[in-house]
């Protein structure tokens, strides 16, 4: 039972275009969204976080929006640059207890030149 | 300052060995998690330390699964008898402190791959 999906394994964008990445999960429990980006033989690295009382975080290129009512988040880059190509994952976190994060399946964004 | 580590960096083993796998946290983290990651799959949360002591092991597969963690800074994940589908990539991460108001930043560590034969 996945309760973070990422439903759409790749994705490819020209380069100074806009990559939209998706994410739905299905226990409301969940208060704390985070994005993560993978490089191949790496671990993953922090992108951008949201908190639940908030329905946008931005920072820099990188923007996060919230759905709560459709549990539904999405990560924005503007403008992609082929240094974005990478894996990137969805995870989540619900407070009070364990930190443990609860991770999407990854989807692969590849920025064209 | 050192990011977190992890050794070995691959570990080919056969079927039914026991594999040690080890995490050396950024310094001063006090929050240590383990994760893996199975082809074409997400991460999969396994075990979290506070300290010296585990408040979350909800995520270990079996009984062969265990972790410890000594003086509140190397960590160790054993799976005993290893099976073919133990096959992942071991994550290991830190951070500052768990079980705050909101979630610190978890810094991964490159991983280990274990491939079982």
């Known amino acids: 039972d996945q309760q973070v999906k990422q439903n759409s394994p790749s994705l490819s964008v020209q380069e100074g275009r806009i990559s939209i990445l998706n994410c739905d999960y299905t226990n409301s429990m969940f208060d704390y969204f985070l994005w993560y980006k993978k490089y191949p033989a790496e671990g993953p690295t922090f992108l951008i976080s949201?908190?639940?009382?908030?329905d946008k975080n931005e920072d820099g290129r990188f923007t996060v929006f919230l759905n709560k009512s459709a549990k539904h988040l999405s990560l924005h880059i503007v403008p992609s640059q082929p240094g974005d190509s990478a894996v990137y994952f969805c995870a989540a976190s619900a407070r009070g207890g364990s930190e443990k994060l609860v991770f999407g399946k990854g989807m692969k964004l590849t920025v064209n030149p | 300052g050192a990011g977190v580590s992890q050794s070995p960096s691959n570990k080919v083993t056969e079927k039914g060995k026991d594999v040690e796998l080890r995490c050396d946290p950024i310094?001063?983290?006090?929050?240590l998690y383990w994760y893996r990651q199975s082809l074409g799959q997400g991460l999969e949360f396994l075990i979290y330390?506070?300290?010296?002591?585990?408040?979350?092991k909800s995520g270990l597969p079996s009984d062969r699964f265990s972790a410890e963690r000594t003086g509140g800074s190397v960590s160790t994940l054993t799976i005993q008898r290893t099976q073919q589908e133990d096959s992942a990539v071991y994550l290991c991460?830190?951070?500052?402190?768990?079980?705050?108001?909101?979630?610190?930043?978890?810094?991964f560590g490159p991983g280990t791959r274990l491939t079982v034969t």
């Open positions: 991460a830190s951070s500052l402190l768990a079980g705050a108001a909101i979630p610190y930043e978890q810094y």
């Open positions: 949201i908190s639940s009382i908030k």
């Open positions: 330390f506070q300290g010296n002591s585990a408040p979350d």
């Open positions: 310094s001063g983290h006090t929050a």
